[in-house]
C-alpha cells in the first residue's frame, strides 16, 4: 500500500486517446492513479471520465495538472500540434515535468520537439513508442523501448509498467523511436512473410488454420505466427492490430533513417511497397493484416 500511495504522488496526464492511448489511460485508471485526459475528439473519452479521469479543453491544461505527460498520436505533425499548437503543452509552466511520447515518430523529430520543448519551458523528454498492438494496451503486455535521461526513465518507470510488461532504455533521446524502427522491419516483414506462407498453404489445399499448431515449437514459430496467421484465415479485422497506414508511415521511416546510415533494407523496402499495395487496395485505415487479401484470387 506505501508503495501504491508514493506512486500516486505524482498527477499523470494522458493526451491522445485512440485505439492505443484510450486502454492504456485505463490502466492507469484501474490502478487508482489520479489522470487528467486530453482527446481532440473529446466524445472518446467518455467512458474514461466514467472511470474518473478528469477531462480538460487543451493539452496545456493537461500539462498544468500533470507532472507526468504521457502521449500517443498518430505522426510527428500531430505531436508538434499538440505540443506547439495554439493551446499546446509548451504554454504549461514545465519546470520539472515530463512528457512521455508512446508515438512512433522518426528519431529526428523526436530530437528537435524534445529540444525545441526544453528551451521554450523546461519540460522533459522521454520518446517511449510500444510494440504488442490494440491487444497489449489491453492487457498490458506492451513493450516499451525508451530514449531520455536514465534518472527520468525510471522516474516513470512504475507507472510504465502499469501499462506495459517490459520498458527497455535504449539511449538518449531519439534512440527509442530507432529501436522501434527495428521493431517495425521485424513485424512489417513478418505480416507480408506469414501472408505469403498463409496464401500457399489455402492455394495449396492444407489447412493454413493449423499451420500455427503444426509449427510451434519448431524454428518457425513466433507470436507472430501464432496471433496473426488465425486472423488472416478467418477474416478477423475488427478491431485491428494496426491501420496499414501506419505500418506503412513506420516503413517508409525505416527507409528514410537507412538511407542516411548507409543501411541495406531491401526486406523492409519491399514490405513498404506490399503495404502501399495494401493501402491503394484496402485503404489507409484497413487492419494491416488485410495484406493478406492482395493475394486472393477473388477480391474481398
Known amino acids: 500500500m506505501a508503495a501504491a500511495r508514493a506512486e500516486t504522488a505524482e498527477k499523470l496526464g494522458y493526451v491522445g486517446l485512440g485505439m492505443m492511448g484510450s486502454p492504456m489511460a485505463r490502466r ?21 471520465v466514467e472511470a474518473s479521469g478528469k477531462l480538460v479543453s487543451h493539452p496545456s491544461d493537461v500539462a498544468d495538472a500533470a507532472s507526468i505527460i504521457f502521449m500517443c498520436v498518430t505522426d510527428a505533425s500531430a505531436v508538434e500540434e499538440v505540443v506547439f499548437g495554439r493551446d499546446g503543452m509548451a504554454k504549461a509552466k514545465g519546470a520539472g515535468k515530463l512528457v512521455v511520447d508512446f508515438s512512433s515518430i522518426h ?18 523528454w522521454i520518446d517511449a513508442p510500444v510494440s504488442g498492438g490494440t491487444m497489449g494496451a489491453e492487457e498490458g503486455t506492451l513493450a516499451v523501448m525508451a530514449g531520455g535521461e536514465a534518472a527520468e526513465i525510471e522516474r516513470v518507470r512504475p507507472y510504465v509498467l502499469r501499462m506495459a510488461r517490459r520498458l527497455t532504455h535504449m539511449g538518449p533521446i531519439g534512440a527509442g523511436q530507432t529501436a522501434k524502427l527495428c521493431n517495425q522491419v521485424i513485424v512489417g516483414c513478418a505480416m507480408a512473410v506469414l501472408a505469403e506462407a498463409t496464401r500457399l498453404a489455402v492455394n495449396a489445399g492444407i489447412d493454413a488454420g493449423r499451420l500455427p499448431e503444426a509449427l510451434a515449437g519448431g524454428f518457425a514459430d513466433s507470436i507472430p505466427l501464432q496471433l496473426f496467421v488465425p486472423r488472416m484465415v478467418q477474416g478477423i479485422h475488427s478491431p485491428p492490430l494496426g491501420h496499414i497506414a501506419t505500418m506503412l508511415k513506420d516503413l517508409d521511416t525505416v527507409i ?45
Open 256 to 300: 528514410d533513417v537507412a538511407s542516411h546510415t548507409s543501411s541495406p533494407v531491401p526486406m523492409a523496402s519491399l514490405a513498404a511497397q506490399l503495404f502501399r499495395l495494401a493501402k491503394a487496395a484496402r485503404g489507409a485505415d484497413a487492419d494491416a493484416l488485410e495484406i493478406y487479401k492482395l493475394s486472393a484470387s477473388q477480391p474481398g
Open 28 to 48: 492507469l485508471l484501474d490502478a487508482g492513479h489520479d489522470v487528467t485526459i486530453w482527446n481532440r475528439s473529446p466524445e472518446k473519452a467518455t467512458a474514461l
Open 107 to 124: 528519431p529526428d523529430a523526436a530530437r528537435a520537439i524534445a529540444a525545441r520543448l526544453k528551451m521554450t519551458n523546461g519540460m522533459g
